[in-house]
């Protein structure tokens, strides 16, 4: 493949009820940026100029296109948060916009009554439901079988429903909510970087100029080993607890190197069974015997989901890290940068 071949251009349909209904075109350098981290994960925004009139910003949505050697790849569907009409000196009219993913209409919408959920509904069904209800119907999940123990009504009157969504997603060690950038509301566990499924490889060379700024941080001296998590309701006869206890001869800060250095008790309004709380408090103390490793590199345009997993092989840097946040700069010599992390067992 040539070169030119390889040079990225954009397509930015203007979307209505899934239709499309026009064109932008860019005037600058639009961006699109991932932080895994908030409630909505991707962004976009930039100045266009379009080929239709004034949309009614309140239903469109923008859809940009990465475009390589005749591939397509979507970026996302963006909700409009901002859409300012201006002109430039030479009287070109254009727009500058700012976008959200679909978890702008959770973020956005909020409980008009009490919220009840019944003992023995799924939680998947339960965010399922919820989605639909807000209109969004493009839902994939991996299902769970883990059910509400107990009645649940601990949502006050105007809580946002992506808030009650992450709370019950973390019931069950799932990830929070996000969107694929398809358009896709995805419900799933955390996904465990340990080198079993790789979404991007990058390697030193023409396409991956990668130049890491790499941070290791480890407090092993206020580390804890032992960690208790308590789930304390009127339902229950007895709390529900369960106890995790680093006794690992070969961890650095375990009880067997440093003795018993008991965690502040774990309370939680209520969780989905003892098997959970376990998983719960076992994550407590495995993220207790972990220092992060944060490496920030650049690499050429390449569609890229939430938290992606990716294999970097370079000189100054080389392992399996997973991404916490990148930012694509949509033009022809846009670049791709990047910060992931990696965990360090102490």
Request: with cysteine; charged share 25%; glycine share 6%.
């Amino acid at each position: 493949m040539s070169r030119l071949n390889k040079t990225p251009t954009f397509r930015f349909d203007i979307v209505e009820n899934g239709v499309c209904i026009g064109q932008a075109f860019a005037l600058n350098k639009p961006s699109v940026k991932c932080d895994s981290d908030a409630e909505v994960k991707l962004s976009l925004s930039g100045e266009f100029v379009l080929n239709i009139q004034k949309p009614n910003w309140l239903k469109a949505r923008i859809k940009p296109y990465l475009i390589i050697g005749g591939k397509e790849s979507s970026l996302g569907e963006y909700l409009i948060s901002q859409a300012d009409d201006c002109t430039d000196k030479k009287g070109v009219k254009f727009w500058q916009i700012k976008g959200m993913d679909l978890g702008r209409i959770p973020q956005r919408s909020r409980t008009e009554k009490r919220v009840l959920f019944q003992a023995g509904q799924r939680y998947t069904d339960i965010v399922q439901s919820i989605l639909l209800e807000l209109g969004i119907s493009r839902i994939i999940a991996i299902q769970s079988d883990a059910t509400l123990k107990n009645d649940r009504a601990d949502w006050e009157i105007g809580t946002s429903w992506i808030k009650i969504i992450n709370s019950l997603l973390a019931e069950i060690n799932y990830q929070s909510l996000w969107f694929d950038t398809e358009g896709n509301a995805r419900i799933q566990p955390h996904r465990q970087v340990d080198g079993t499924v790789i979404d991007h490889r990058y390697e030193s060379g023409e396409l991956s100029q990668i130049k890491p700024q790499v941070d290791i941080s480890s407090d092993i001296y206020k580390a804890y080993n032992v960690f208790t998590a308590m789930v304390s309701s009127p339902e229950y006869e007895e709390p529900m607890i369960a106890v995790s206890v680093n006794d690992i001869p070969t961890s650095r800060i375990s009880t067997v190197n440093i003795g018993r250095v008991q965690a502040p008790i774990e309370k939680l309004d209520d969780i989905a069974n003892q098997e959970e709380l376990q998983k719960y408090v076992d994550n407590l103390r495995f993220q207790s015997m972990c220092s992060t490793e944060t490496i920030s590199f650049r690499t050429a345009l390449n569609q890229h989901q939430v938290r992606d997993i990716v294999s970097i092989h370079h000189p100054q840097a080389s392992g399996i890290y997973q991404e916490t946040q990148w930012k694509m700069t949509l033009s022809f010599d846009g670049e791709m940068t990047h910060t992931a992390q990696r965990v360090v067992i102490e």
